[in-house]
């Protein structure tokens, strides 16, 4: 035999080991798909966050908390109940203040004739809220800023005999209630979006 015929008798004699090789490329077809697995999984909290954000943009106040400030709006200022009311200014100012409501934002919810009456802190739909009166001796608007400043959407509807409306501009966001007066809370909304 000569030395090609030997050589090539010798190499296709020997079968290699290819299972190292095997065992690498497994390993890393398992790690790219544990890598996609991983990357699917983080597309899928992204699209669902972001799907969160969109509804919760584009969801309307809470029904409840509209109606929570509808019926506080009744017992405190239509049926009169006895609360614990700031009466004058000077003592209305640094509730004021906690909530961030500025005399221009109490200003502008001063249609001609109407004053700021009273105030106190209460809460509505659990949480600490600020409730302004403004009166103009016949007819009342109650008027709700929220602690959190949450971003509540403008929107109006009617609540027993009451029309109940959210607002938000910037910081100052809340809820106004009049009741058997017809325009007067959709023209506090209107005041209090326009400063």
């Keep these: 035999m000569n030395f090609d015929e030997r050589l090539r008798h010798e190499v296709m004699a020997e079968t290699p080991d290819a299972s190292g090789v095997v065992s690498a490329v497994r390993a890393q077809i398992e790690r790219d798909g544990q890598r996609r ?4 999984i983080a597309a899928a ?10 509804w919760q943009a584009t969801r ?5 908390l509209l109606e929570a400030a509808a019926r506080d709006h009744r017992v405190e200022v239509v049926e009169n109940k006895p609360r614990r009311w ?3 200014v000077p003592a209305m100012q640094p509730l004021m203040a906690q909530y961030h409501v500025g005399w221009n934002d109490v200003q502008a919810l001063l249609p001609v004739g109407f004053v700021l009456e009273k105030a106190k802190e209460c809460r509505i739909g659990g949480q600490p809220t600020l409730h302004m009166v403004f009166s103009d001796g016949n007819r009342a608007l109650s008027v709700y800023v929220r602690a ?12 027993q005999d009451a029309d109940v409306a959210a607002f938000h501009r910037g ?15 959709a023209e ?4 209090l979006t326009s400063l």
Excluded: F, Y
Aim: aromatic share 2%; charged share 20%; net charge positive.
């Design 37 to 40: 697995l991983w990357l699917q």
């Design 86 to 88: 700031k009466l004058d």
């Design 60 to 64: 309307p106040t809470h029904p409840r």
């Design 171 to 185: 910081k100052l966001s809340g809820i106004v209630v009049a009741a058997n007066a017809p325009g007067l809370c």
């Design 148 to 159: 959190s400043g949450e971003d509540m959407k403008v929107e109006q509807v009617s609540v």
């Design 45 to 54: 909290v992204m699209l669902t966050a972001g799907a969160g954000a969109a």
């Design 188 to 191: 506090a909304v209107r005041r």
